[in-house]
């Protein structure tokens, strides 16, 4: 699974984004997929995921839950972030991962990251 993200920028507090991750291979489909962040100096952090085939299974970090809605749409091998609300603590790289399992537990694969800064 080859996977490309794009739709980071810079936007003010409380603005909202929203990445695309498109994805190829036939095997898209069995993959959970979802997305994972990195600010400068922090470790790597799960953001939120959706599960296999049905994007209705979705889930969150804390940090992120009620502003974040992610889903899929299998039909175009696309996978989507809504990012609402955002706070300067959002600011990092996000990345597109795939995963046969958790998420939260690291990926299968990686996606080239899109940076997205929020200003205060």
């Known amino acids: 699974v080859q996977l490309q993200a794009s739709g980071g920028g810079l936007v003010q507090a409380g603005g909202s984004l929203r990445l695309s991750c498109a994805a190829s291979g036939r095997t898209y489909s069995t993959y959970n997929m979802g997305w994972i962040r990195q600010a400068p100096g922090k470790e790597r952090e799960f953001v939120s995921g959706?599960?296999?085939?049905?994007?209705?299974?979705?889930y969150y970090a804390d940090s992120v839950k009620g502003r974040f809605t992610i889903s899929r749409d299998n039909a175009k091998n696309t996978v989507y972030l809504q990012m609402n609300s955002l706070k300067p603590e959002d600011t990092a790289v996000y990345y597109c991962a795939a995963s046969l399992g958790n998420l939260r537990n690291g990926a299968d694969y990686w996606g080239r990251g899109t940076q997205v800064t929020v200003s205060s």
């Open positions: 959706t599960m296999r085939r049905s994007g209705s299974n979705t």
